[in-house]
């Protein structure tokens, strides 16, 4: 069974950072991309950052370049987003996901979808 658990969420000021997880169980990192969707309140869901690691393709929305980076560590088939210089609309429901969607971004690729880690910035 394939899982993807989110961890890392929470409240923070702006200007302040957070590192997500995604622990993923039940299949071969390589196989698929990897990454993370958000949704914010009454908002559509939007992709945020995906990575391939059987060859490094990586993929940012233009509103989180140059603060976030997606990492992965193989060995651990983990998953990771630092978000640095967090802006209030960066408040989100995040999510993990995996599948051949990077870095289309398209959900309909999405395989499997974690339950999400909440992430909340005050100005």
């Known amino acids: 069974e394939v899982q993807l658990v989110e961890s890392g969420g929470g409240l923070v000021q702006a200007g302040g950072s957070l590192r997500l997880s995604c622990a993923a169980s039940?299949?071969?990192?390589?196989?698929?991309?990897i990454g993370w969707f958000r949704q914010a309140p009454g908002k559509e869901r939007e992709g945020v950052s995906c990575t391939r690691t059987s060859d490094g393709t990586t993929y940012y929305a233009d509103s989180v370049k140059g603060r976030f980076t997606i990492s992965s560590d193989n060995a651990k088939n983990t998953v990771y987003l630092q978000m640095n210089s967090l802006k209030p609309e960066d408040t989100a429901v995040y999510y993990c996901?995996?599948?051949?969607?990077?870095?289309?971004?398209?959900?309909?690729?999405?395989?499997?979808w974690g339950k999400g880690t909440s992430v909340t910035i005050s100005s």
């Open positions: 039940g299949f071969t990192f390589n196989d698929y991309g």
């Open positions: 996901a995996a599948g051949d969607f990077c870095p289309s971004g398209d959900a309909q690729a999405i395989h499997n």
